[in-house]
DNA sequence: TGCTACTATGGAACCAGTTCCAAGATTACG
DNA sequence: CGTAATCTTGGAACTGGTTCCATAGTAGCA
C-alpha cells in the first residue's frame, strides 16, 4: 500500500541506507543524493513508519503521564505545561486518568514496562517501596511532579510552608480559633496523597508558633471536593465555638466552604474567613484569598527534568522546588 | 535483555507459533501445552513487546483525541468521558491541545498519517473539505464530538436549538431586551468552532418568533474567556437601553457577565438575568442558569463510535445529536 | 483397517525501519 | 605516483512479534 523506504531506494536508485540517512539527517550523504532522494520521497508521497522506527530504533518518542483525577483544574492546568513543553519537543503524550486505588496501582504497573513509552511522568501520586524498586528495574524514566521519592527526580513545592503560609496570614489578621478542611484518610491512604497532610502539618506549625494547639474537632477531613468541604464546613461553623477562619487544603475545598457560610447566611470575610490552596482559575473570579502555586510551570518543568533523564542525564537537585506565596484577596479580614 | 518470545519457545520447548497462540488465546493450542508455555513465561518474567506487537499486527491499541483549549471545563469534562470508555477497552489516549489555528492545521495533518494511533477523535474542531479528504484517503477512523461534517461520523448537539431553549426561557419571563455574549469573528475562522455561532442563530430564531429583531449592538463578540466577556457585557450594560437580560454563549463567559454586572452594581437577577451554556461543574455553584449538555456521555459515546468504525462497521445514524435541557437556576427571574 | 477430517504444532516469511560493517571512490600528501 | 585517510555508499542482519502453510498426530466412521 504505502511506499516503504525500499521503495523509495529504489526509487531513487541508492541504497536503503542512504534513505534512511537522509530521513535522519545524517552528514554522510552527499548533497547530490540527498536530493535524489528527496525528490523520490516527495514523488512517492512517502512517510516514513512511526511504528517501524519505534521498533527498530527501542524509541517511541511518547511519554506517559498518570494523572489522578485529570478533571481537577490544578491537574488540569499541570497537564497542559506538561502538553506545551512535550509537544515542543516532538513527543507524543499518552494520558492515564487515575480515579481509584486499583486504577492507579495497575497504571504504575503497567506503565513501568517501558514498552509504550520512552518515559513516565506522575503527577500527586507518591509511588511505593516496591512500586520504585519496579519502575528502577525496568529502566523506566520516570519524573514526578507534585511529590517526591527517594531516589527519584522531580519537581514539587514546600507545602508544608504553603500551609504554614495561609495560616500566618490568619494569625497576622488576629484569628485565633482556625479550622482546617482537608482530603480524607482514605484518600491519603488509596491514592498516597501528601499534599493535604503536609498542608495541614504547616497549619500546625504556624499555630504552634503561637502557642495555639487547636482542637481535634477543628479539624476535618473528607473525599476531596466541593460537596464534602461543604458539609465538613457545616460542622465546623454549628460547633459551640466555631473557628472564625477556615483554611482549606484546596481552592475547590475552600469553594465548598464558602457555600457553607452562605447556608449559615455568613458573609464573608465579615463573619468568617476564608483560605484556599493552588490559586486554580476560579480563585480570581471569586475573590479567594489562597496560596499561589505554579502550575503550568510544575508540568513544563516535570518535562524538562524528564528529557534530561531519558538523555540519560541526571538532573540537579534530584527535587525541585517551585515558589509559593501567598495571595490575599477578598475573603479574609480581621475577626469581628 | 528482556526475555523475547523465543526464549519462551526455546524454555518451554515448544514453537514460536505455539507460543504466540498462548499470547493470543487462540484455541488451537491443547491444554498442556499451554499449561508448559504459561510456566515459560512465569519463569522468564516475560512480557511482550508491544511496540513489536503493533509493529507485525498494525494494530497499535491507540486513539488519538485533538482537544481546542482543553484547560476549557467543558472539554475536560468530555475527555473524562473519552478516558474513561477508551481505558475500559483497552486502548491508550494520546492527547493533542489546539490552541493556535496553526497547531490545529499540524495536528490534523500528522494525524491524518494512521500510523500512530488506529483512530481519532476531533473535539469541535470542524474538518475542512480538503482535511476530509486526507483523512479518508489515509483511511484513518475518525469520529467528531460536539460537531459534524459531511460523510463523518460522530455525536453532538443540537445549537440552534440550545440557544433557543435559553432565550425562549427569558422570553417567557418576559424579558424582551436581551443581550448576547459569543466568540470572536476570528476564533470561529481559525479553528472553525460552530457552537457560539449556532447558538446565536438559535437566539436570533426565538426572539424572531415574537417578531424580536435584536440591534447589532445587542450582539458582541469576543475572544472565548471570562476577561473578553466582562468587557463585552460591560459595553452592553453601558448602552443607553441596555438589555435586561443576557445570553453568554457558554458558562465561562457567563461569568463574565456575571462579573461585569458586580461591576456595575447591578444585582443578579433583579437587575439582570443572565443565561450560559454548557452547565460545567461551577455553574451549579454559581447558581447560573445555564443549557445543561451532556459532556461526559459525548465523550464516552463518541469513543463507542470510533471503536465501531475501527472495527470495521458504520454506526448509524452517522451524526448522533444527545438531548440538552435547560436548567433554571437563580441568575434568571422576570425583568424589574 | 483404511480413509477422511480435524486438531495441534513448528517455523519460515514478513512487517519497515536502524545499525553497522565492508568496500568503493575520492582526496591529501610525501 | 603510491599509499593512507576520509568520504560515500550498499545492503545484510537485526528488532520481536503475527500469520500462515506444511505436517504430524488423532479421532471418527464405514
Tied chains: 1, 2.
Excluded at 49 to 78: D, H, M, N, Y
Aim: glycine content about 8%.
Amino acid at each position: 500500500m504505502a511506499a516503504t523506504i525500499r521503495d523509495v531506494a529504489r526509487r531513487a536508485g541508492v541504497g536503503l541506507g542512504t534513505v534512511s540517512r537522509v530521513l535522519n539527517n545524517s552528514p554522510l550523504v552527499s548533497p547530490v543524493t540527498r536530493e535524489r532522494v528527496l525528490d523520490a520521497i516527495a514523488e512517492l508521497r512517502y512517510s516514513p513508519s512511526q511504528i517501524a522506527r519505534s521498533f527498530s530504533s527501542g524509541k517511541t518518542l511518547t511519554v506517559s503521564v498518570i494523572a489522578p483525577f485529570f478533571t481537577r483544574p490544578s491537574v488540569v492546568e499541570r497537564l497542559r505545561g506538561i502538553e506545551s513543553a512535550l509537544h515542543a519537543s516532538g513527543y507524543s503524550l499518552v494520558v492515564f486518568n487515575v480515579e481509584t486505588a486499583a486504577r492507579r496501582d495497575a497504571c504504575l504497573h503497567d506503565v513501568s514496562r517501558h514498552d509504550r513509552s520512552d518515559g513516565v511522568l506522575i503527577i500527586s501520586l507518591t509511588p511505593r517501596e516496591d512500586e520504585i524498586m519496579l519502575l528502577r528495574e525496568a529502566g523506566t524514566p520516570v519524573g514526578l511532579i507534585d511529590t517526591e521519592a527517594e531516589g527519584m527526580y522531580g519537581v514539587r513545592i514546600d507545602d508544608v510552608y504553603g500551609g504554614e503560609l495561609a495560616v500566618r496570614h490568619l494569625l497576622d489578621l488576629g484569628h485565633r480559633r482556625i479550622g482546617f478542611v482537608g482530603d480524607s484518610e482514605a484518600e491519603v491512604q488509596d491514592f498516597n496523597f501528601t499534599s493535604s497532610r503536609h498542608r495541614q502539618i504547616g497549619y500546625l506549625k504556624a499555630l504552634d508558633a503561637l502557642a495555639i494547639t487547636p482542637p481535634p474537632e477543628y479539624q476535618r477531613y473528607g473525599v476531596h471536593g466541593r460537596y464534602e468541604a461543604r458539609l465538613l464546613a457545616r460542622e465546623l461553623l454549628q460547633l459551640a465555638e466555631p473557628p472564625t477562619a477556615i483554611f482549606a487544603a484546596s481552592d475547590t475545598q475552600a469553594m465548598g466552604v464558602l457555600e457553607a457560610a452562605r447556608d449559615q447566611q455568613l458573609r464573608v470575610p465579615d463573619d468568617l474567613s476564608v483560605v484556599g490552596f493552588d490559586d486554580i482559575d476560579v480563585a480570581e473570579y471569586l475573590g479567594l484569598t489562597t496560596v499561589y502555586q505554579p502550575l503550568f510551570a510544575s508540568g513544563k518543568r516535570g518535562v524538562e527534568i524528564l528529557l534530561c533523564l531519558i538523555a540519560g542525564d541526571l538532573p540537579e537537585p534530584p527535587s525541585e522546588v517551585l515558589p509559593i506565596k501567598l495571595v490575599a484577596r477578598g475573603t479574609t479580614a480581621p475577626p469581628a
